[in-house]
């Protein structure tokens, strides 16, 4: 499998979205489109390039930790991709261009871009048929052409590309200076650029309006309840030698494991804590204290299972989670996607973010003597429907 990285353009501003901060840290749902975006595409690819305004550098390395680059962007959006192409590892063959924006597009979509790269095309964009009819104007507001919408396909993002062909395309961009996405750059060159199905989820959040139909898409109304909690856990490494390392559900072989009364997944638990601390039904001590023998040697995966249940049975429904591991050891980043397959699957499917980072030398984990991990938790429990059913009678 060719190595695949994603670029996250982020360096819009949210004026017309009436926001005082960037575009790609406005809230929705409780997160910022930068981690939907993040979110989405990480599972797939080997590393992300987040292209962030030069102010916010640190507030979006935040977000991500270390298991992004983040980097400051240009003037343009173009200028942007341009730097973030820089910090793209040497071995990646494939890359896939995305907005911040296009928050909802998912994991999916992506998935379908890179196949299509892997399969031999150069350069692959999103894209859904053009339903209203268009006109062009000249600038008196007359109408001067009214295209046959057959042909006419409204593009999305995340756009997939062969690193040498994008790299190419923005090494000649003065051949295109109003090119509005990487793909048009591509076809200034003459290189055939395949379309493939869109999706509507993939819609361009930039307005209060679209806003509010990114919410809509997500099944939320005003009237449904969001809470959102945040959980944290953290275990010295063992003196034993023999003790394995459970950590995202995952076994990591070759490393020291921790103490604790379960498997010692801080991953694992943190997410835990931060449901219960959601749905206000105590935290991880109280429902899987040490005292309860039920939980001895217990693995990450059985105790998210769990909590997941006790979420539900309290009439709530778990939107994403995301957790972000600290510490020195094990690197994370060779198994990120291992790591939130197996989260996810012992959360019954539930999307979830895997980032990691240090402390840089300071506490029980810089130091290298234990390893910890914090989550938070979003979860909604969803106003009565009113539904009106018809009558024969």
């Known amino acids: 499998m060719a190595r695949t990285a994603a670029i996250i353009a982020a360096a819009g501003s949210g004026e017309r979205l009436g926001s005082k901060t960037p575009k790609a840290l406005v809230q929705l749902a409780g997160r910022t489109l930068i981690e939907h975006a993040f979110s989405s595409l990480s599972p797939l690819v080997d590393e992300v390039v987040i292209a962030a305004p030069a102010q916010y550098v640190e507030r979006v390395r935040s977000l991500v930790g270390e298991s992004a680059k983040v980097v400051a962007g240009g003037a343009t959006r173009s200028a942007s991709i341009a730097v973030a192409l820089e910090a ?90 109003d090119a509005t996405d990487d793909a048009a750059l591509v076809e ?52 034993d030698p023999n003790r394995k390392l459970h950590l995202a559900c995952l076994e990591w072989a070759g490393e020291v494991g921790v103490d604790g009364h379960s498997d010692g997944d801080v991953a ?33 995966a059985a105790l998210l299972r769990e909590a997941s249940n006790r979420v539900k049975n309290s009439g709530f429904e778990i939107l994403n989670v995301s957790v972000q591991i600290v510490g020195n050891r094990p690197k994370l980043s060779p198994r990120r996607r291992e790591a939130i397959s197996a989260l996810s699957i012992a959360l019954g499917g539930v999307e979830v973010s895997v980032s990691a980072t240090t402390t840089d030398g300071l506490g029980l984990t810089g130091e290298g003597r234990g390893i910890g991990a914090t989550a938070s938790a979003l979860i909604i429990k969803r106003a009565t429907r009113d539904v009106n059913v018809g009558s024969n009678t």
């Open 88 to 177: 793209v590892s040497p071995d990646i063959e494939f890359i896939l261009v995305h907005d911040a924006a296009r928050a909802l597009a998912s994991t999916s979509l992506a998935e379908r871009v890179i196949k299509a790269l892997a399969e031999g095309e150069v350069a692959v964009i999103p894209a859904l048929p053009v339903v209203d009819t268009v006109k062009s104007i000249n600038s008196e507001g007359y109408v001067t052409l009214t295209p046959d919408r057959t042909y006419l396909r409204a593009v999305q993002t995340p756009q997939g590309f062969t690193r040498q062909l994008l790299n190419r395309a923005h090494q000649d961009s003065a051949r295109n200076p």
């Open 188 to 239: 200034s060159l003459g290189e055939k650029v395949k379309v493939i199905e869109g999706e509507a989820k993939a819609l361009k959040i930039t307005t209060s309006e679209d806003l509010e139909r990114a919410t809509a898409i997500l099944g939320l109304s005003r009237s449904d309840e969001v809470r959102s909690g945040v959980g944290v856990d953290a275990h010295a490494f063992s003196t």
């Open 268 to 300: 694992a638990h943190a997410i835990c804590d931060a449901l219960f601390s959601a749905a206000g039904i105590g935290d991880l001590g109280s429902n899987f204290g040490v005292d309860d023998p039920r939980y001895a040697g217990a693995s990450g």
